[in-house]
């Protein structure tokens, strides 16, 4: 059985930093690519960023590059996002999510594509 749990969200402050942990079990933890999206109210789930645990190859959309990282570890299979310089925008429910082929560059990103969920995080960004 799959879960995959999320912990680490939070209300900050705008330029404050949250790390979120996704812990995984059932899945062959090495060969999945994993990662983070998210969805805030009235809007379309988004993806965040995500990593290949093949090839340790990372994705982001643009505007979280430069003020999220997103890294792994292994040994306990889980993942991390560490998100530094909130913005009120970051705001949302923050999903971990994972899928284990994934074909085109394009769908790293693509909430459609993940089939394996977590039951998400509140982040909320407010002066």
């Known amino acids: 059985q799959v879960q995959l749990v999320e912990s680490g969200g939070g209300s900050v402050q705008p330029g404050e930093s949250l790390r979120l942990s996704c812990a995984a079990s059932?899945?062959?933890?090495?060969?999945?690519?994993i990662g983070w999206f998210r969805q805030a109210p009235g809007k379309k789930r988004e993806g965040v960023s995500t990593?290949?645990?093949?090839?340790?190859?990372?994705y982001y959309r643009d505007s979280v590059k430069g003020r999220f990282t997103i890294s792994r570890d292994n040994a306990k299979n889980a993942i991390y996002l560490q998100m530094n310089n909130l913005k009120p925008e970051d705001t949302a429910i923050y999903y971990c999510?994972?899928?284990?082929?994934?074909?085109?560059?394009?769908?790293?990103?693509?909430?459609?594509?993940?089939?394996?969920w977590g039951q998400g995080t509140q982040v909320t960004v407010s002066s």
């Open positions: 999510a994972a899928e284990p082929k994934i074909y085109y560059t394009e769908d790293y990103l693509h909430p459609g594509v993940f089939g394996f």
């Open positions: 059932g899945i062959a933890f090495d060969v999945y690519t």
């Open positions: 990593i290949n645990n093949k090839d340790g190859s990372t």
